[in-house]
């Protein structure tokens, strides 16, 4: 099958489903706004995980960051507060 002959067939392809979607507003409304939909999710979606993920943290070093739990009894893990985080900075050299 030659490149002109598969242009020609996709035209004449392109030209039925217009005239079929000419026929039925209902189905072709539908058709558009699903397609809006799908286009808008995957941008957001996309935006998201880029902004999140892809991107890199805005400091130095950040392979280096961690995060401070601290176990209370009764509670269960709960992040470390800053009391907590200055006493153990002033009793090991482990923290910048």
Known sequence: MTL??????????LRLAARSLRRVPAFTTAV???????IGANTAIF???RGVLLR??????????VALWTDLPG?????ASLPDYLD???????FS
């Open 32 to 38: 558009v706004v699903t397609i809006a939909i799908g």
């Open 88 to 94: 153990w900075k002033s009793k090991t050299s482990s």
């Open 47 to 49: 935006s998201f995980v």
């Open 56 to 65: 890199p943290l805005p400091f130095r070093d950040d392979g280096q960051l």
């Open 75 to 79: 509670f269960g893990h709960e992040g």
């Open 4 to 13: 002109l002959a598969w242009v020609d067939d996709l035209l004449h392809d």
